[in-house]
């Protein structure tokens, strides 16, 4: 392994800055998502060596294939997230979405066209969303420009290998990974703090010890009354 690897594959520890955002707001499902995301990444690109590619093909392989899709779950749990879809609901757009980027992963080589179906798809379920609501959440400017700029970098940066092949793999791949981590980062900062709190529902179930404060809190208050 040389030196350029290690760049290649700690790159991904700026997930980080996006999995202590989700922790903090207590969004545990995008905070598990991006962390499996990096852990696979990393994985894969720890195996993706001369060695491991003719001993292991088929390990290698399955991790590929993978990275790609945890990949692709990060940009389905920013739509989800962007769509302010609430915690309940959640999981019927993961499951719907996943399950056609796992058809159309397997099915045939994976390309440019591919990646912007999905990305389409993903696009399409948002204003969806938002024509259906007839109201567009409140954004954050700032954060959402700087997401978007940093996703459109990455998205350059996977790419540019196809245009330019005497830039070293390791180059390009490495500013994707922290670009488009950036990005994630970003885009989970997106929406007002006290709206990131409506998206989740708070349970308060009544214990009987609910009740027994309850009713001696109402006994006091007329006792006082009766007094006054």
């Avoid at 058809?103 to 591919?114: A, P, R, T, V």
């Avoid at 969303?129 to 940093?150: D, E």
């Avoid at 350059?156 to 005497?166: R, S």
Wanted: glycine fraction near 4%; include cysteine; proline fraction near 2%.
């Amino acid at each position: 392994m040389e030196w350029t690897d290690f760049f290649l594959i700690f790159s991904n520890l700026s997930m980080l800055l996006a999995i202590n955002y989700s922790c903090k707001h207590k969004l545990f499902l995008e905070a598990w998502i991006f962390f499996q995301s990096m852990v696979v990444s990393m994985t894969y690109h720890g195996l993706d060596t001369t060695y491991y590619i003719k001993n292991h093909n088929h390990l290698w392989l399955a991790f590929k294939f993978i990275d790609f899709y945890c990949a692709i779950l990060v940009m389905i749990t920013l739509s989800v997230y962007t769509a302010k879809v609430k915690d309940k609901y959640k999981g019927i757009p993961h499951i719907i979405l996943g399950t056609f980027s796992v058809f159309w992963l397997s099915y045939g080589e994976w390309d440019i066209y591919k990646e912007l179906i999905i990305a389409a798809v993903c696009f399409s379920m948002v204003f969806g969303i938002f024509l259906f609501r007839r109201k567009c959440p409140h954004f954050k400017k700032k954060n959402l420009i700087k997401g978007g700029i940093f996703a459109i970098s990455g998205f350059g940066c996977f790419h540019i290998k196809y245009y330019h092949e005497e830039l070293p793999y390791w180059t390009s791949h490495t500013l994707w990974h922290i670009f488009v981590m950036l990005s994630a980062f970003y885009l989970m900062r997106i929406h007002p703090v006290e709206e990131i709190k409506d998206m989740g529902e708070t349970i308060h179930r009544v214990t009987s010890m609910d009740n027994f404060m309850n009713n001696n809190l109402l006994r006091r208050r007329r006792l006082e009354e009766d007094v006054t």
